[in-house]
């Protein structure tokens, strides 16, 4: 099985400043189809989640540009470019690849 | 406007048996994978299980596994979850979504307790 290991599990942000989030793949995620099954998902308190990026680095519709992904193979990452307040929620990993597997999330609030 | 509303959850004694179903409006059904993802209280997300567009093929978490059974109705617009010998490991917020977009419905509370 894929593990997703992310990393900091809590990440507390002035407003305004950047964030980052890493998530790490036990294998690669690299699809025989040559796509990387990676996605980033949102979740607001008391919401379901909401996918904000999808293979790898491709923003959903309706996602603030001032998020991005990265990465390739196993090692990956969720920017943040200037916090928000509505920024605040846990942010998954998944990967697609082999089955479906989430990171642990990373909480982010508001220093 | 896509909808996704699942139903069926509620409390159950720990070896029993409760179905959920997930209704699908907005979109053809049949034209997607369709997913349940599960979150304990106060915990990460977990997939459970996913299934084909016609039903042919289905893929289940190993902690769920000849328990669970996935299932679709693509005439009804309906995804299901038959949920057997449930424990109480078992108790959380049972999330359908849609593949490839991975849209979500509300979810569904399980609570699996004596």
């Known amino acids: 099985d894929v593990v997703m290991t992310q990393s900091p599990l809590s990440l507390p942000v002035t407003l305004g400043q950047p964030a980052s989030i890493s998530c790490r793949s036990s294998?690669?995620?690299?699809?025989?189809?040559?796509?990387?099954?990676l996605n980033w998902f949102q979740q607001r308190p008391g919401q379901s989640p909401r996918r904000l990026i999808y293979k790898v680095s491709n923003r959903d519709s309706g996602v603030p540009d001032r998020f991005s992904g990265s990465g390739s193979g196993t090692d990956f990452t969720l920017k943040i470019s200037r916090v928000e307040a509505e920024d605040v929620g846990v942010y998954y990993c998944m990967q697609g690849t082999h089955l479906i597997t989430f990171g642990q999330g990373t909480r982010l609030e508001i220093k | 406007e896509v909808q996704l509303v699942e139903s069926g959850g509620g409390l159950v004694q720990p070896g029993g048996s409760l179905r959920l179903s997930c209704a699908a409006s907005?979109?053809?059904?049949?034209?997607?994978?369709m997913y349940w993802v599960r979150q304990g209280p106060g915990k990460g997300l977990e997939w459970v299980s996913r299934i084909n567009r016609d039903g042919s093929s289905t893929d289940y978490a190993d902690s769920v596994k000849g328990r669970f059974t996935i299932s679709r109705d693509n005439a009804k617009n309906t995804l299901y979850l038959q949920m057997n010998s449930l424990r109480a490991e078992d108790t959380a917020v049972y999330y359908c979504?849609?593949?490839?977009?991975?849209?979500w419905g509300q979810g569904t509370l399980v609570t699996v307790s004596s």
């Open positions: 294998q690669s995620l690299v699809h025989s189809d040559g796509n990387t099954y």
């Open positions: 979504a849609r593949g490839v977009v991975w849209d």
């Open positions: 907005g979109f053809t059904l049949s034209t997607y994978w």
